[in-house]
């Protein structure tokens, strides 16, 4: 099965599309990867959803990737006697650690640790920031806060502080044990929320031990601060644009994600852009003109993935949403001014074989026109350096590693193949053009380009490119 668009389509379950049937449907319509939303899923759930999604994978003959996302730690304010109070602008109000029920002046908030790192200007945001406060005075017991925005706030609403760095891990107990039931099911990315250090995802990186690749979701104003360091050490990004519009003003999302986006392109790290994409889709058959635009947007800009939430997990119309983002990608991408842009974008390749090795095939089979770039690869390394200069030509990845494959789905313009690894050159140059032919890629007697590493199956050592005529292997 050959997708027409080279942007890869993200796509969460739950109770919409948690049927057999209808998880199939939304492969079909277009969902590459689909991601498991750990904060409403329990193990047994996202080992039934794992099952469904490889015998679907198994029927139709094409790696599938699969994506757990961490809940991460959830601030939350405690309770009040009354349930709801109204907080009017301009009044003080307490942040402390008596579990006494709260009231009009007052409230508990259960992390001792976050009262002990608040500060006297730091903003406090309630309710997804519908409620705003300032710290005025800090001390041993809690904070005083003057409230900024007031409103209504209820029950163990969720706490956001974008300007405190939030001194806990980004892993609590209930992730970690997220992260081992994943990994033992066999997932193939694991997506880090509330990311605010390299250190963060350093820590899953650990416990993955390569059993997965790991994603920083960038949502915190601390991860933005500190972002290079993070590129370095994550295998992809996520601009999570929900709460990243939460802890910041809005009207910086823009410019964030553009920044993003760019930035993991020089470091050849796939990034997903996410949240709200087709948000009128949960309950309606058309996006609204604005939704289209916004997942334009994302693929003119070179996104490796765009993603679908609640419209495929909760929606009444999952499919449809699929479909539609699919439809919007392949219009875009023909678009002559989406090419214009990713070659804007072109960067210094970093002085290594392998980014020497990718840019040449790039440029060899843009000058010659060559029907693809077939590229051997073990670790997927090799396939995501060429995915990165994103060039004309589709990039087949051809591995002997099933959840390589899988990891590969999630890369621009990749389409991953199992086969066997090659023993000499002749033998992966006459493969490669068989499978072009077979997949759809080229016809017989066209020319395409083969990329790999001498000796064969060892990791990282890309230096070899070859082109082969299909039908011949020559």
């Keep these: 099965m050959r997708r027409h668009r080279r942007v890869k389509i993200l796509a969460t379950l739950g109770p919409a599309s948690q049927e057999p049937e209808i998880v199939e449907q939304l492969f079909h319509a277009g969902a590459d990867v689909f991601r498991i939303n750990m904060s409403h899923t329990s193990h047994d759930s996202m080992r039934e959803r794992i099952a469904t999604i490889r015998a679907i994978e198994a029927r139709n003959g094409r790696p599938i990737g699969i994506l757990i ?4 730690p959830k601030l939350r304010i405690g309770e009040f006697a009354e349930t709801a109070i109204e907080l009017k602008k301009g009044a003080l ?7 006494t029920p709260g009231d009009i ?18 903003v406090v945001l309630i309710d997804d920031g519908k409620v705003r ?11 005083m806060a003057r409230v900024l925005v007031g409103g209504k706030i209820s029950n163990r609403k969720g706490v956001s502080l974008p300007d405190t760095d939030v001194p806990v891990s980004a892993m609590t107990p209930k992730d970690q044990s997220d992260l081992e039931a994943g990994l033992n099911a066999g997932v193939d990315w694991v997506a880090v929320s509330f990311v605010q250090r390299p250190e963060d995802i350093a820590a899953v990186k650990k416990i993955a031990a390569g059993r997965a690749l790991v994603l920083a979701k960038i949502e915190k104003p601390q991860a933005i601060s ?11 990004l996520m601009v999570a644009r929900g709460d990243l519009g939460v802890e910041m003003p809005v009207e910086k999302v823009p410019g964030l994600q553009k920044r993003i986006t760019r930035m993991a392109r020089r470091y050849g790290k796939p990034v997903v852009v996410a949240t709200q994409m087709l948000e009128s889709m949960i ?9 289209v635009s916004d997942v334009a947007t994302a693929v003119y800009e070179g996104a490796d993935a765009i993603m679908l939430s609640a419209e495929s997990a909760a929606g009444q119309f999952p499919i449809e ?4 983002m699919n439809r919007i990608a392949e219009e875009i991408e023909a678009d002559d001014i989406h090419r214009a842009i990713l070659n804007a974008q072109r960067d210094t390749p970093e002085a290594t074989g392998a980014d020497a090795i990718a840019v040449a095939a790039r440029d060899v089979a843009e000058t010659l026109d060559l029907r693809a770039i077939c590229a051997l690869t073990s670790s997927g390394s090799t396939a995501f350096r060429i995915s990165r200069e994103r060039p004309r030509a589709p990039i087949l990845a051809l591995t002997p ?26 033998d992966i140059a006459a493969r490669a053009c068989k499978i072009a032919v077979d997949e759809g890629f080229a016809g017989e007697g066209e020319r395409i380009i083969v990329v790999a590493g001498l000796p064969f199956g060892t990791p990282g050592a890309t230096n070899m490119l070859r082109i082969a005529f299909t039908g011949t292997g020559r």
Excluded: C, Y
């Design 321 to 324: 949403s699929v479909a539609m």
């Design 69 to 72: 996302d961490l809940q991460g």
């Design 401 to 426: 590693d099933i959840n390589t494959a899988r990891r590969l789905a999630l890369g621009w313009g990749v389409h991953p193949i199992v086969t066997e690894d090659a023993r000499e050159g002749d």
């Design 133 to 143: 406060l300032k710290i005025e005075s800090v001390s041993a017991n809690g904070a």
């Design 93 to 99: 109000f307490g942040l402390d650690g008596d579990k």
């Design 105 to 122: 002046s007052r409230v508990h908030l259960p992390h001792p640790e976050i009262l002990r790192a608040l500060e006297p200007g730091h």
């Design 226 to 236: 500190r972002l290079a360091e993070i590129m370095e050490v994550s295998d992809a």
């Design 283 to 291: 309950s309606a058959p058309v996006p609204t003109r604005a939704e």
